[in-house]
């Protein structure tokens, strides 16, 4: 079992940069697939960026080339560095956890969750 908490969100300007973190306990992050989601006001939950127990990362197409997601594993962290925000990716980013595969994460099978925290970007 794993416990996550996120950190980092804040509001922004429209073009500004967030690091989003997510610190888990009772578990080492490096035995699971972790991803970020975001849960715009009104709409469905969708995945942001993954990152897998071999690092391998998956990133939405409209993360790429923005987003990065990582994790360092002696502070037992996910980290998000988002960059060049847009006011539609105002949401509440969520990570998630599951354990040494990717397959489901965020939709099937056991999954952790945060609690979340807001990000708003302002135009």
């Known amino acids: 079992q794993v416990q996550l908490v996120e950190s980092g969100g804040g509001s922004v300007q429209a073009g500004g940069s967030l690091r989003l973190s997510c610190a888990a306990s009772?578990?080492?992050?490096?035995?699971?697939?972790m991803g970020w989601f975001r849960q715009a006001s009104g709409k469905e939950r969708e995945s942001v960026a993954i990152?897998?127990?071999?690092?391998?990362?998956y990133y939405a197409d409209s993360a790429k080339g923005r987003f990065t997601i990582s994790t360092d594993i002696a502070k037992n962290t996910l980290y998000l560095q988002m960059n060049s925000l847009q006011p539609e990716e105002t949401a509440i980013y969520y990570c998630?956890?599951?354990?040494?595969?990717?397959?489901?994460?965020?939709?099937?099978?056991?999954?952790?969750w945060g609690q979340g925290t807001q990000v708003t970007v302002s135009s």
């Open positions: 998630a956890a599951k354990i040494r595969t990717c397959a489901g994460l965020g939709r099937a099978g056991l999954n952790y």
């Open positions: 009772g578990d080492s992050v490096s035995n699971f697939c």
């Open positions: 990152i897998g127990p071999d690092y391998r990362t």
